[in-house]
């Protein structure tokens, strides 16, 4: 099964997928190719794994990527081989924009694909992304901000819709949908 968090940048999609990976025993995350260079906290191979423009663009054109995107002027995709491999033992937990998702839904037949999305208030959003480690300039903020709308748009794909205001919350609404598609999925 493959659980997608999607969400505008700042949403909690990451804080979230971390948690939930705690807490239960059979979910897992796959690193996204993205040819963004590393940030602080980034571990090659397990948070992305990072190729640069020219070889994120081969591995599109030889079809080694189910779905990619463009953002903030980088490519961010999932891996066939790893997505294929992974499913097989276990549930993997994946955040992804809505352009992925709505292509991931399209594309995979043969994988149990559970969407949620999390949404928050606009002026919440400016608040954490002011305040995140990794500190974006007020144009990657403001580039963000801009694609809200455009996200908020697509909520009607998603099989869950939830506001993430309080994080233990969000996280233990969140197991109970897993724990729950399981059951339907393994009847």
């Known amino acids: 099964m ?11 999609k990451d804080t979230i997928k971390k948690e939930i990976i705690k807490r239960m025993d059979n979910v897992k995350s796959i690193p996204s190719f993205t040819s963004r260079p ?8 397990q948070t992305y794994i990072f190729l640069t423009k020219e070889e994120f663009e081969e591995k599109i054109k030889n079809d080694e990527i189910y779905e990619y995107d463009i953002h903030h002027n980088n490519y961010y995709g999932t891996s066939k081989k790893i997505l294929n491999e992974e499913s097989k033992s276990g549930i993997i ?3 992804i924009d809505v352009n992925g998702t ?8 043969d994988i149990k694909i559970v969407t949620i999305f999390l949404r928050v208030p606009k002026e919440e959003l400016r608040r954490r992304l002011e305040n995140r480690i990794d500190k974006p300039s007020e144009g990657e903020i403001i580039l963000r901000l801009n694609r809200f709308d455009y996200e908020e748009s697509k ?3 998603y099989d869950y819709v ?12 969140i197991e ?3 724990r729950q598609e399981m059951k339907t999925e393994n009847k």
């Open 38 to 45: 590393p940030r602080e906290g980034d571990v090659p191979g």
């Open 162 to 173: 939830l506001k993430n205001d309080n994080l233990e919350k969000s996280v233990n609404i």
């Open 176 to 178: 109970e949908i897993i």
């Open 102 to 109: 709505e292509k991931l839904k399209e594309t995979l037949k």
């Open 93 to 95: 937990i994946k955040d």
């Open 155 to 157: 909520i009607g794909m």
């Open 2 to 12: 493959l659980v997608i968090l999607s969400g505008v940048a700042g949403a909690g």
